[in-house]
């Protein structure tokens, strides 16, 4: 257990799951971590916002994982992370399941860097019904979670949404590869400095089944949000974000999801014949 690793409180160390907690961190993925550490990728590799569904193509961009300050000053982000042994119900009850119940669930994904998770009660409502299918418990719901996503501690809400209702062309999506969208538009707030960086992001996992397991084909834009249903840009023209912030949340999100791939299988398989908020 690494000495940075808070005690949990006595109710949450009655959790069974608490256990998970406690799990040595995962190595975040060597080869991807090497490629942020040469620094930010070409400005001009980046995928526009106007063209995220290129994500819905077979095959892959020039870079996968990468990051930068694109031409019109949004902070972009681009991290291709493989899930071995997952798969994408696994993955669909994981996005349900760790919001469902407290904050203990949202920490053992990320033990170092995740602190807190909120839901509406009327999302938690929608979240036990068994009337409600599987996808709609996951979308049309805000998360407001506090974490550390590599600039210091934020308050963040992250509005998921659904891929038709982001910008995703409905009929591509049909005859795409990409077998799920989960993401949705964010805003953030430092905790550790009240004057400093305050944002909002598009946020997107764009899911996909390999030889082993599935991959994330990630990409944030920060300087943007989804308005009606379609993707804009929010920031001045002449603001440009920090790149401090797509680099730092590039490599948070490399660490977050090589650990998740590591419990996500055993967590499955133990809880997820379970309500989902059952503890």
Not at 93 to 105: E, K, P, T
Not at 234 to 239: Q, S
Request: aromatic share 12%; charged share 25%; with cysteine.
């Amino acid at each position: 257990m690494s000495e940075q690793l808070k005690p949990l409180a006595p109710y949450e160390e009655a959790k069974p799951y608490s256990k998970y907690y406690y799990r040595e961190i995962t190595q975040p993925n060597p080869k991807l971590m090497g490629i942020l550490s040469k620094g930010p990728m070409d400005p001009d590799k980046a995928l526009p916002l106007s063209d995220m569904n290129q994500l819905l193509d077979p095959g892959y961009h020039e870079v996968e994982t990468g990051y930068c300050i694109s031409k019109d000053g949004l902070g972009y982000i681009a991290v291709n992370s493989e899930l071995p042994g997952c798969t994408v119900d696994m993955l669909r009850w994981w996005f349900i399941w760790h919001a469902a119940a407290g904050n203990l669930r949202y920490k053992i994904w990320s033990p170092l860097c995740h602190y807190a998770i909120a839901i509406a009660d009327q999302d938690r409502r929608k979240i036990v019904d068994p009337r409600v299918p599987l996808r709609d418990k996951y979308t049309d719901m805000d998360h407001f979670v506090v974490e550390n996503v590599g600039n210091g501690t934020e308050n963040i809400v992250i509005r998921f949404k659904k891929h038709e209702n982001m910008g995703f062309d409905t009929e591509k999506f049909r005859s795409s590869p990409t077998v799920e969208i989960i993401g949705g538009y964010g805003a953030n707030e430092s905790r550790d400095n009240p004057t400093g960086f305050k944002g909002s992001a598009v946020m997107i996992h764009s899911v996909r089944e390999i030889s082993g397991g599935i991959e994330l084909r990630t990409r944030f834009w920060l300087g943007a949000r989804i308005i009606e249903g379609k993707a804009y840009k929010v920031i001045p023209p002449f603001v440009r974000i920090p790149v401090e912030a797509p680099m730092g949340l590039a490599f948070h999100n490399i660490a977050e999801f090589s650990h998740l791939a590591a419990v996500l299988p055993e967590l499955y398989g133990e809880f997820k014949n379970k309500p989902f908020a059952e503890d």
